[in-house]
């Protein structure tokens, strides 16, 4: 068992474990390998580079100084959080791993979904989490948009709950899942139909589906799909945090872009001192 899992390896995750990790915490970072600031291809706002660094230099050198003072990184993709008695449970797409506390530092990425109808849809029919909302489609037919780990993920939390789930990968490669409740559609959408809430799927090719719902799970989870299966606050669509970066679920911190505020390294870098601290008082 881990004293704190760490989920994210920016500026704010490292920091944070930088700290827990010398306060004689037992610390693991997970990351997915994916980061904002690989599209920041130069910084020169930020102390002790004098000829400036790029955003995926100083994300690697980030992920070394972790390694070096003998933390425990994983390149995994965290697939949702579990509360189990006096702990939680971390799901990635290959282990488990189970940790008194929890840091959320995945900063955040916006989902864009250029289909005609999605917005007119959103809240309509149209959903980002399966757990939150699969309770409303029970007995019904529902489309899951997505090919990869996570929109399996989503799939098997609306397997017990709904008659019948059709994955579109919207022109992408298909999933490996077998199920007699799940079809595979791979053709392109092209618009989403409906009155009040959604109705129909119309593809490219002509073709059309009718369906109750529609979950969309393209790529992998981010900060607030996460947020959202564990039961956090969110606010502005923000995990809410108080002054010690403790979320509404005691033992779940956040930290980074992920509670909002000022995107600059800086600011993660301090909620990620802050963050470690905090969690080190809470464990002693």
Request: with cysteine.
């Amino acid at each position: 068992m881990y004293d704190v899992i760490i989920i994210g390896a920016g500026p704010a995750g490292i920091t944070a474990g930088l700290y827990t990790q010398r306060g004689n915490l037992k610390t693991l970072i997970i990351h997915n390998g994916k980061t904002s600031l690989e599209n920041a291809n130069k910084i020169e706002n930020y102390y002790g580079f004098e000829n400036g660094i790029t955003g995926k230099e100083l994300y690697f050198q980030g992920i070394r100084q972790a390694q070096n003072i003998g933390i425990d990184v994983k390149n995994e993709e965290v697939i949702k959080i579990e509360m189990i008695e006096k702990s939680f449970k971390v799901k990635t797409t290959k282990n488990e791993y189970i940790s008194k506390t929890i840091i959320i530092a995945m900063g955040t990425k916006k989902k864009t979904l250029q289909i005609d109808g999605v917005k007119q849809f959103e809240g309509r029919g149209i959903s980002y989490c399966a757990i939150c909302d699969g309770f409303f489609y029970r007995n019904k037919d529902v489309a899951v948009i997505g090919n990869g780990d996570y929109a399996i993920s989503e799939v098997n939390d609306l397997l017990p709950v709904v008659n019948k789930i059709t994955i579109l990968t919207n022109g992408k490669p298909a999933p490996d899942i077998r199920s007699e409740k799940v079809e595979i559609n791979n053709r392109t959408i092209k618009k989403i139909f409906g009155h009040e809430k959604v109705e129909k799927i119309e593809f490219d090719d002509g073709t059309d589906i009718n369906v109750n719902g529609i979950f969309i799970a393209q790529g992998t989870a981010d900060s607030t799909d996460i947020a959202k299966k564990i039961g956090l606050v969110l606010e502005n669509n923000k995990i809410k945090v108080n002054e010690n970066m403790e979320t509404n679920i005691k033992g779940i911190y956040a930290c980074g872009d992920c509670i909002g505020g000022i995107l600059q390294i800086s600011k993660a870098v301090n909620d990620g001192m802050k963050t470690g601290l905090n969690v080190i008082k809470f464990l002693k």
